[in-house]
Each structure stands twice: as C-alpha cells, then as structure tokens.
C-alpha cells in the first residue's frame, strides 16, 4: 500500500523499488531501450567491455557465462595478464593447453576458441594471426544411445506430471529438453496438430508432430499456464522474456498471451541481465531428474537422459520406413549425412546382412 498509495506505483516492479530508493527516477515499467545494460562492477574493466558487448548483441545467457568463464580461464593461464595485452601465441598456447594436457573435448575447444575470437577480435579489435597449426582435441565418434520401444514405455510409465508431459514431446516430436521447455503458446497449433519450433539450435525454425496421444494434456497445460498469467497481470507482472530485440520494438508483447511459456516456472524471478521481474520457463533439472529417477524404476541399465528420448524418436521413426529426409526436417539437421547417424541400429543403409552365428556359418 505504501508503494502504490504513497510512492505512486501503479505497478510494482523491483527495477522501480531499487531506483527509488537510491533516490533516482524510476524507468517506466514496460519500456527498455533506455535501460543501461547492467554489468559485474566488480570485476576488471576487460571483462566488463566483453560482457557488455555479449549483452548488447543478445548473446544467449548460457552463451554469455561460457564465454566470460572460458575468458577468465585464458586470463589466470597467462598468470593474470590484462587480455588486451595478448595475442596469437597466447590464444594458441592457450587452446593448446586445453587439448594436449586437459584434453578436453573438441566441442570445449571450440568453444573456447569462438569465445576469445569474439573477444580479441570484436570486443579489443586485436587482429589475430594464422591458428591453423594449433594442435587440436579428438572429436567424438560415438554413436548416439538409443532405447527401444518397449524401454521407452516402460520409462514414461514411471514418469508423472509436468516432466511426463515434457518426456512425451520430447519423443513423440524429436524435440530437445530446452526447445520444449521454450515452447510459447503461440507456437502450439492444435488445428493442425503441429509445433513450431523457434529459434533452434541451428538457429532456424521448424516444424514438427504434435502427437495426438497428448493433445489434451497439453491443452490442459496451456489453459493452467493462460490462467497463471492471468494471475501475474492482476498483481502487475506477467512479463515473459522476448528474444533478440523485440521486446523494443513491441515494448508490451511481453505480457501477451501468446508470448507466455507453455511451461512457466513455478515462481517469479529477477532477470540476471535487465534485472527485470520476469515468470521463466520451467528449469530443466526438474525434468532431467524426474528423468533420472524413472529410468532405475523402470530397471533401464543404458545411461539414457532426456536426450535419448530424442535420438530414439529419429531412430523409431527410420525403423518404421519414414524417408530420411523427412526425419532430417522434423530434426532440423542441415545436412542429411547428421541424420544418417540414427540408421546405425537398422539393417538399411548401416550394417546390412546378418551375423554368420545366425545363419549356421560357424
């Protein structure tokens, strides 16, 4: 009462709270071209400068905390030195490290590379030479872990609630632990009983099943998660988080419906970046250990996680005489040769014939 009656806010934002009682002006809830990135003070000025650049040009969290961390781990490998004083032979000495005495994975070591390419080159503007002869970590050449039908029945039966939901969508439409959890109402086509899938790990849209086995209870999710915002707008929040720079453009798409996470976290938090209250999706651990928990229920020895669910969803499909291609655009993959990887548990194309122990050969 004695914010809204008193302080004169109409909608209670702790953005607004904090400022005032620095004794500054508030910013008006609802726009952010005006709002300073905010950055960690207390760390040194080249850290600073990267982590505002990753915010400027709407790097992902999770992208922004592996960049800095790798950053922070080229810096105490060089004993501390400012990184705007480096140059090739560190980044190579560097990569180097993580290859030949860590031995990291390659996908790390790449990783670690973008990170102070950004960093060297966008951010410091210091010309990097030829990287060419860095020594390099091995590449995975695994095969991905499948289950079988009657394993994945078995898993989901000893799954309930939200995280069976989600294990449903992440077999029956090949998606990806985070690409289900992102899923915003709008993009849930009941009609045509179809997901689109936004902004993907390739960075493109796509199309996939919603399967009918479940459109009810996804139905039902999405009208708890409409009556949840509906909740959050009568106490002045409902703000979602908006990708890239829409929320500028469209300074009140936020607290559309449309918007709103099919999966909303159980609470409000502050965003890490605008420091913004904001209902997040649905975190994946709850769905990883709900996971976890059914495949010992279920007596399931593979080392099996929410992603098999996806790799067995491709390889079921194949099984079952569906074209490649097909499989490749409900997956998303760019080229047809990542789809193939799912025909190694098939007679067609991967290992053709039948064991001589089968045939009466020995």
């Not at 045509?192 to 993907?200: E, G, P």
């Not at 609470?267 to 709900?290: C, F, I, N, W």
């Amino acid at each position: 009462m004695f914010l809204r009656e008193v302080m004169g806010l109409i909608k209670i934002d702790a953005r607004e709270v904090s400022e005032l009682l620095r004794g500054e002006v508030p910013t008006p809830v609802g726009t952010t071209s005006d709002i300073p990135l905010p950055v960690d003070e207390a760390r040194p000025e080249w850290f600073q400068l990267v982590q505002r650049r990753l915010r400027s040009q709407h790097y992902a969290y999770n992208t922004e905390l592996a960049y800095l961390d790798l950053l922070d781990r080229f810096v105490v490998f060089h004993d501390g030195r400012d990184p705007r004083g480096l140059g090739t032979n560190e980044v190579r000495g560097f990569l180097e490290h993580l290859a030949v005495e860590r031995n990291v994975a390659a996908s790390l070591q790449n990783q670690a590379f973008s990170a102070l390419l950004f960093a060297m080159v966008k951010v410091y503007e210091i010309q990097l030479g030829d990287l060419n002869g860095t020594a390099r970590a091995k590449g995975d050449q695994r095969l991905p872990l499948v289950l079988t039908v009657g394993e994945v029945q078995r898993l989901l039966v000893e799954v309930a609630g939200i995280p069976l939901l989600v294990s449903q969508l992440l077999y029956g439409s090949g998606l990806r632990l985070k690409e289900a959890l992102r899923l915003r109402i709008k993009d849930v086509d009941f009609e045509y009983r179809q997901l689109v899938i936004r902004d993907t790990k390739g960075r493109e849209d796509r199309v996939t099943y919603l399967p009918e086995a479940v459109a009810g209870e996804l139905r039902a999710q999405v009208d708890a998660a409409e009556r949840m915002h509906a909740a959050d707008l009568e106490t002045g929040h409902g703000r979602v988080w908006l990708p890239f720079a829409l929320a500028e453009k469209y300074p009140h798409a936020d607290r559309e419906l449309g918007w709103q996470y099919v999966f909303p976290s159980p609470r409000l938090a502050v965003d890490p970046r605008s420091r913004t209250v904001r209902r997040h999706h649905l975190g994946e651990s709850s769905v990883q250990k709900a996971v976890k928990r059914a495949l010992g229920a279920a007596g399931i020895r593979k080392p099996a996680s929410c992603h098999t669910l996806q790799h067995s969803f491709a390889t079921h499909l194949l099984e079952a005489g569906t074209n490649i291609r097909t499989v490749q655009e409900l997956l998303g993959h760019k080229d047809v040769s990542t789809t193939m990887i799912y025909t190694h548990v098939l007679n067609r194309p991967g290992v053709s014939g039948r064991s001589p122990l089968d045939v009466g050969l020995v």
